[in-house]
């Protein structure tokens, strides 16, 4: 559509063009002094409307509005359905408070007439209050609408979560009621409770199959078991661990339910030695990956060293692997032994006691590794040709520090650069800095 598009632009002409509008062209690329500006003799209103509908698509609501007052031809553009399907309201403090001064009816209007074309649905906001109440407001007046994709976006703080609970999910609740056809909600950082998921169930059970919660403090166990036991067709899940139990994950395996693709948890402490992490069973997880032998399962950990003892005592089926705090030498030994499925792992942390027998079990054992990244650890450079030998070409991204790598009387990092590139088959060089 994109060529169609630039063809009838570029390459198209009227019936009787003159040389002299051939050459006003031409002059774009030339010095064009003493000849007419092509873009002032331009008749911008005959323009296709696919190309208009394409510019628009790249604008904010308020320069939609002020395109549309342009010409008739992009007005009528600016109310056609395929506008609004896909929309992202950005709502920063600045452009708020200009809304409201410049446009207070703005909003009101669009949502008025064309709530129900609305599809894909995402709200921005900044660290202001301000910003996130007024996503909620307009929440409020998605009375008509059928919205398929809903994302709640804070690109600063969580100021969802300044945002009074009350506010939030009766927000919520004029969408989850109306849609009735909801399949992906990203709602993370933001005071969403049980009674709210209920409503969403009630209304979307049907539709739902991406559902991302992270950080969201008033949901318990029970409040997702309830999705898990009545959204079938749920194939991505993200969530904290500390509503993660096994009657969630045997509710995710039951014949009912699809098989599910992707389950994401954070695992988060703010204050070491306050929270005390619960162990998920391993007939639980066998039961998961038996019913979805595909799913990527991905853990985030920002843990203290102190605080990792309910994990991988025993096997996990963990893919995805990532450390925002120090681990122990202990722990990476642990997954060594207990994640045979392990894909990616990446350690931005760890003491000042060298890893090398923790990364040559974890290739000798973890036969799916293909993504490695290490920061702020220690590995002698003979043991890592060793893990980098172990895993050979199957590892397809590999970013180590340079300061990780420490030099021994077998390999300079010189030597080992060369050596790393002809086990990988490919060029290789330490990371200057991170790139995960």
């Not at 009375?143 to 009766?170: E, Q, R, W, Y």
């Not at 699809?258 to 954070?266: A, G, P, Q, S, Y």
């Not at 990956?289 to 920002?302: D, E, L, T």
């Not at 681990?327 to 392990?342: D, T």
């Amino acid at each position: 559509m994109k060529r169609a598009g630039q063809k009838v632009v570029a390459g198209t002409e009227a019936p009787g063009t003159s040389q002299t509008s051939k050459k006003q062209k031409t002059s774009l690329y030339g010095s064009g002094f003493g000849e007419s500006d092509p873009c002032t003799s331009m008749d911008w209103g005959s323009l296709p409307h696919h190309v208009i509908l394409r510019v628009f698509q790249f604008l904010t609501l308020v320069d939609r509005a002020r395109a549309s007052s342009v010409c008739r031809r992009w007005n009528e553009v600016f109310h056609i359905p395929d506008l609004w399907r896909r929309f992202e309201f950005e709502l920063s403090q600045p452009a708020t408070s200009y809304l409201k001064s410049t446009h207070p009816d703005l909003i009101q209007q669009i949502i008025k007439r064309h709530a129900d074309h609305l599809q894909y649905v995402s709200f921005k906001v900044d660290s202001s209050t301000e910003s996130a109440e007024a996503a909620c407001d307009i929440l409020s007046q998605l009375v008509n609408c059928s919205i398929k994709t809903l994302g709640l976006i804070s690109t600063a703080k969580p100021s969802f979560m300044n945002v009074s609970k009350a506010h939030f999910a009766s927000a919520l609740t004029v969408v989850f009621v109306n849609s009735k056809s909801l399949s992906s909600i990203k709602i993370d950082d933001t005071p969403l409770d049980d009674p709210s998921l209920k409503v969403l169930v009630a209304n979307n059970s049907d539709t739902l199959k991406l559902l991302k919660m992270s950080s969201c403090p008033h949901v318990s166990p029970a409040g997702i078991l309830c999705v898990a036991d009545q959204c079938h067709g749920l194939k991505e899940l993200a969530l904290n661990y500390y509503i993660l139990s096994d009657e969630l994950l045997l509710a995710l395996s039951s014949e009912k339910h699809v098989d599910l693709e992707h389950l994401r948890i954070d695992v988060v402490s703010e204050n070491p030695g306050q929270v005390q992490f619960h162990t998920i069973k391993k007939q639980s997880w066998d039961a998961l990956v038996k019913h979805s032998p595909k799913v990527n399962i991905v853990m985030y950990f920002f843990l203290y060293e102190d605080e990792f003892d309910a994990f991988f005592r025993e096997e996990t089926p963990v893919t995805h692997l990532y450390f925002g705090r120090a681990v122990s030498k202990a722990m990476l030994g642990r997954i060594g032994m207990n994640c045979p499925r392990l894909i990616e792992l990446v350690v931005c942390a760890n003491g000042l006691q060298p890893l090398d027998d923790e990364l040559i079990q974890i290739a000798e054992r973890c036969k799916n590794l293909t993504a490695m990244g290490l920061g702020e650890c220690e590995v002698t450079c003979r043991g890592f040709i060793e893990f980098v030998k172990m895993c050979g070409g199957r590892l397809t991204q590999l970013s180590i520090m340079e300061e990780v790598l420490i030099p021994d009387s077998d390999y300079s990092l010189d030597r080992l650069h060369l050596e790393v590139s002809k086990h990988l088959g490919r060029m290789w060089f330490p990371d200057m800095m991170p790139t995960w």
